[in-house]
């Protein structure tokens, strides 16, 4: 935290210093025209005193310009006008020339010291933009509620030099929850900023309210509320802020309050959105459960109960097998339906953790051929593939469970004795994997919805399923940075094909906790 100071100046400096600069600059033009006062006319050194009014005002201000006016026409007639070192007048005429550089030396003074204002003024209202652009920008692109208050106490401390602390409020409770970040505040310091909260004023040191408490508590409010309130920290003997500086820190706050509020009615909008999905997720799952999962069900219920009957004592041993047998293929169906469910609910909560490491392709091919031996041993599966693809860094356990997924799908959209055909292939800096049946197919349309969660086509005779088979693959692709697409196949049929990057630091980019 820094260390506690004061603003950098905003304001004219209104000390002793500018006005003995002026005096001195009068004492110069004194000392100078005394070395040719007995050469030339006393009213042409009247310049030298006109030089000093301006030069006076633009490097002081009015103030200044005025009072190097004044002492110009003394020291003139001092110095100067016969009888010298004396302020009588022989001569009636300097009266004149006394008034004339009273007037002008005030005129021009006025000119020059507005002009130095003004100009201080665009200084000090350039700094102020430049530091609510900074401020600005270092928020804007923040989101998360502590990060803003981080965000801004760092800049506000970074740029008035005093200890800040920001209280939020929290959620719909009449509370305030301090940032851990910023200044510690005293009880005191706490309970003006907590008057502030509840009555959207400022209060503290130079406000009305609670003008004994040393600090600032400036509300940050927005058209709809008090998102919070803004505290600034005085030291011992500090005095109340000026116009200036509370101009900026209002500014400040102002921007502060947007950036609140725009941050949190995005997280009301996520929670709002999550709790939308959370429905519409419970919905498809009670339909999936209800729908896919009792069918296997009943015909392993079904299967079982028969055989079990005492009254079917008189079924035949290879009646017998054929039931059981329905019943362990329903069985196996079922798992892999709640393996789906499973794998789903992983990818949803970001549970899902990949356990990277070098492959050979053809081990990959290897076990998924293996694990589907049984569902596919009426297909003929064609494996084409690149002799001299490189080793790919994967998870084998999903990318096996990837492939399966597809030649699942593909089975049951493919007439009976249909072949399947996997290619893999190297494609620039990825592994090209595709996996292509003669089925029913797909439009174009349909390609690009493929992968939602439990979309599942309408097709004649469709099979009985959740849905969730192509979304889960799309989550593993896109876990191991790759990504998946469906196309029409041409001739007939489907071919969805998916692409895992070959170098191991793309993958390994990812945050797969």
Same mark, same amino acid.
């Given at each position: 935290?820094?260390?506690?100071?004061?603003?950098?100046?905003?304001?004219s400096?209104?000390?002793?210093q500018?006005?003995?600069?002026?005096?001195?600059?009068?004492?110069?033009?004194?000392?100078?025209?005394?070395?040719?006062?007995?050469?030339?006319?006393p009213?042409?050194?009247?310049?030298?005193?006109?030089l000093?009014?301006?030069?006076?005002?633009?490097?002081?201000?009015?103030?200044?310009?005025?009072l190097?006016?004044?002492?110009?026409?003394?020291?003139?007639?001092?110095?100067?006008?016969?009888?010298?070192?004396?302020?009588?007048i022989?001569?009636?005429?300097?009266?004149?020339?006394?008034m004339?550089?009273?007037?002008?030396?005030?005129?021009?003074?006025?000119?020059?010291?507005?002009l130095?204002?003004?100009?201080?003024?665009?200084?000090?209202?350039?700094?102020e933009?430049?530091?609510?652009?900074?401020?600005?920008?270092?928020?804007?692109?923040?989101?998360?509620?502590?990060?803003?208050?981080?965000?801004?106490?760092?800049?506000?401390?970074?740029?008035?030099?005093?200890?800040?602390?920001?209280?939020?409020?929290?959620?719909?409770?009449?509370?305030l929850?301090?940032?851990?970040?910023?200044?510690?505040?005293?009880?005191?310091?706490?309970?003006a900023?907590?008057?502030?909260?509840?009555?959207g004023?400022p209060?503290?040191?130079g406000?009305i309210?609670?003008?004994?408490?040393?600090?600032?508590?400036?509300?940050?409010?927005?058209t709809?509320?008090?998102?919070?309130?803004?505290?600034?920290?005085h030291?011992?003997?500090?005095?109340?802020?000026?116009?200036?500086?509370?101009? &900026?820190?209002?500014?400040?706050?102002? $921007?502060?309050? +947007? /950036?609140?509020?725009?941050? @949190? =009615?995005?997280?009301? *909008?996520? %929670?709002?959105?999550?709790?939308?999905?959370?429905?519409?997720?419970?919905?498809a799952?009670?339909?999936?459960?209800?729908?896919?999962?009792?069918?296997?069900?009943?015909?392993?219920?079904?299967g079982?109960?028969?055989?079990?009957?005492?009254?079917?004592?008189?079924?035949?041993?290879?009646?017998?097998?054929?039931?059981l047998?329905?019943?362990?293929?329903?069985?196996?169906?079922?798992n892999?339906?709640?393996?789906?469910?499973?794998?789903?609910?992983?990818?949803e909560?970001?549970?899902?953790?990949?356990?990277?490491d070098?492959y050979?392709?053809?081990?990959?091919?290897?076990?998924?051929l293996?694990?589907?031996?049984?569902?596919l041993?009426?297909?003929?599966?064609t494996?084409?593939?690149?002799?001299? &693809?490189?080793?790919?860094?994967?998870? $084998?356990?999903? +990318? /096996?469970?990837?492939?399966? @997924? =597809?030649?699942?799908? *593909?089975? %049951?959209?493919?007439?009976?004795g249909?072949?399947?055909?996997?290619?893999?292939?190297?494609?620039?800096d990825?592994?090209?994997?595709?996996?292509?049946?003669?089925?029913?197919?797909?439009?174009?349309?349909?390609?690009?919805?493929?992968?939602?969660?439990?979309?599942?086509?309408?097709?004649?005779?469709?099979?009985?399923?959740t849905?969730?088979?192509?979304?889960?693959?799309?989550?593993?692709?896109?876990?191991?940075?790759?990504h998946?697409?469906a196309r029409?196949?041409a001739?007939?049929?489907?071919?969805?094909?998916?692409?895992?990057?070959?170098?191991?630091?793309?993958?390994?980019?990812?945050?797969f906790?």
């Open positions: 935290m820094l260390s506690p100071k004061r603003f950098a100046p905003l304001s400096d209104y000390s002793w500018p006005y003995l600069g002026a005096i001195l600059l009068v004492g110069a033009a004194s000392a100078l025209g005394a070395l040719v006062v007995g050469h030339v006319k009213t042409n050194l009247v310049m030298l005193y006109l000093a009014v301006v030069v006076s005002g633009l490097r002081w201000g009015l103030g200044a310009a005025v190097s006016s004044i002492l110009g026409v003394l020291a003139f007639d001092f110095f100067m006008v016969p009888p010298r070192f004396s302020f009588s022989y001569d009636a005429e300097y009266l004149i020339t006394f004339g550089l009273l007037g002008v030396a005030l005129v021009v003074g006025t000119l020059t010291g507005r130095r204002n003004h100009a201080e003024m665009l200084h000090r209202r350039e700094k933009t430049a530091a609510l652009y900074t401020f600005s920008r270092g928020i804007v692109a923040t989101h998360n509620v502590t990060e803003i208050a981080k965000s801004v106490i760092c800049h506000i401390q970074r740029t008035c030099g005093k200890p800040v602390a920001l209280l939020i409020r929290e959620g719909g409770r009449r509370d929850r301090t940032v851990d970040f910023g200044a510690e505040l005293a009880p005191a310091e706490q309970k900023g907590w008057w502030s909260l509840m009555n004023q209060c503290g040191l406000e309210a609670m003008a004994d408490i040393p600090v600032n508590c400036i509300p940050l409010k927005t709809h509320e008090v998102v919070g309130v803004l505290v600034v920290q030291g011992a003997g500090d005095s109340p802020l000026s116009s200036d500086e509370r101009r &900026l820190l209002e500014a400040f706050a102002a $921007q502060a309050a +947007v /950036v609140l509020e725009r941050a @949190n =009615l995005a997280e009301t *909008a996520r %929670k709002a959105e999550l709790l939308l999905e959370t429905d519409r997720l419970y919905d799952l009670l339909h999936s459960v209800s729908h896919a999962l009792r069918t296997p069900l009943a015909s392993i219920i079904g079982l109960s028969t055989v079990l009957d005492p009254s079917q004592e008189h079924l035949d041993e290879a009646t017998r097998r054929d039931l047998q329905t019943a362990r293929e329903e069985a196996e169906r079922l892999g339906l709640v393996g789906n469910l499973l794998d789903m609910t992983r990818l909560s970001g549970r899902l953790k990949l356990n990277i070098w050979d392709p053809a081990d990959v091919i290897g076990a998924v293996g694990q589907t031996a049984d569902r041993k009426d297909r003929h599966v494996v084409q593939m690149d002799e001299d &693809l490189p080793m790919v860094p994967l998870d $084998q356990v999903l +990318v /096996v469970h990837v492939l399966e @997924n =597809l030649l699942d799908n *593909a089975d %049951k959209y493919s007439p009976p249909r072949p399947i055909d996997i290619s893999l292939r190297q494609v620039g990825a592994m090209e994997v595709t996996v292509a049946d003669r089925g029913t197919g797909i439009t174009e349309e349909d390609a690009e919805r493929v992968f939602e969660k439990f979309l599942r086509l309408e097709r004649p005779g469709s099979p009985a399923g849905g969730l088979g192509l979304a889960i693959c799309k989550g593993i692709v896109e876990a191991h940075r790759g998946i697409w029409p196949r001739g007939g049929g489907a071919e969805i094909s998916f692409a895992l990057p070959l170098s191991a630091r793309t993958v390994e980019a990812g945050d906790s």
